[in-house]
């Protein structure tokens, strides 16, 4: 069963305005954490946003907030203001205890392209 | 900040080769780390989980004798694809984790780019 699930392959935004990727996951464990990930062309993972899965409060970093609704199992990243820098690909990605030890497990990815 | 180092970041060999990756971390003590790899306009997925001074434990799917994996150190993790064949050209990526479990988010590498000819 799919862990993690990024239904939108591919999104656009005009510069300036704001933006949702959105992230469902599956998971019985009640301790959990999410993250989301940006991946440029170049390759490399950017840590963008951390939510845990017992935080009462919607985590903020900038421009990017994690709508997280627990009941859901949803966690969503809204981009604000987005910049044209802001087109990459977006990776929503889960972390919890598996086995006894830890794994990151990501979704499919969003490719988010901002336009002018 | 945590930085976690990848090398190369890039290789062309012949088919049969086998590859080094070294992943380390340069400014903390890695008790865990993980090896990714990505096919083009696709998602990470993860190979293998190494922990220090132990075995390495494959996801299911993964060729434990074609992907060796050694973390003899903290700070050190390898990953050698051995006698590579076409089919093995992607992108490795490496990450660590400090544990235990926190809020920090998992360090990666910026990648190593396999192409076998």
């Known amino acids: 069963a799919q862990k993690i699930t990024q239904t939108q392959p591919g999104m656009f935004v005009q510069e300036k305005e704001a933006v949702t990727l959105d992230c469902t996951y599956d998971t019985s464990d009640p301790s959990y954490g999410l993250f989301w990930y940006k991946q440029p062309s170049s390759g490399e993972m950017i840590f963008l946003i951390y939510q845990g899965s017992y935080d009462q409060q919607n985590a903020t970093e900038g421009r990017y907030s994690l709508n997280f609704q627990k009941a859901r199992k949803s966690a969503n990243l809204v981009i604000s203001a987005s910049q044209l820098g802001d087109s990459a690909m977006y990776f929503c990605a889960m972390r919890e205890k598996m086995d006894s030890s830890y794994k990151l497990i990501f979704g499919s990815g969003t490719r988010l392209l901002v336009r002018p | 900040g945590a930085v976690v180092s990848q090398h190369p970041s890039w290789v062309i060999c012949k088919s049969g080769t086998s590859v080094k990756i070294e992943c380390r971390s340069l400014d903390f003590q890695a008790t865990t780390m993980f090896w990714y790899r990505q096919f083009p306009k696709q998602s990470l997925m993860l190979m293998a989980t190494s922990n220090e001074g132990s075995k390495a434990t494959y996801e299911q799917g993964v060729e434990k004798d074609k992907f060796l994996i050694n973390h003899a150190s903290l700070t050190l993790s390898t990953l050698t694809v051995t006698s590579a064949h076409p089919e093995d050209s992607s992108f490795y990526i490496c990450?660590?984790?400090?544990?235990?479990?926190?809020?920090?988010?998992?360090?990666f590498g910026d990648g190593t780019r396999l192409s076998i000819l």
């Open positions: 990450s660590a984790f400090t544990g235990p479990w926190s809020n920090q988010p998992q360090h």
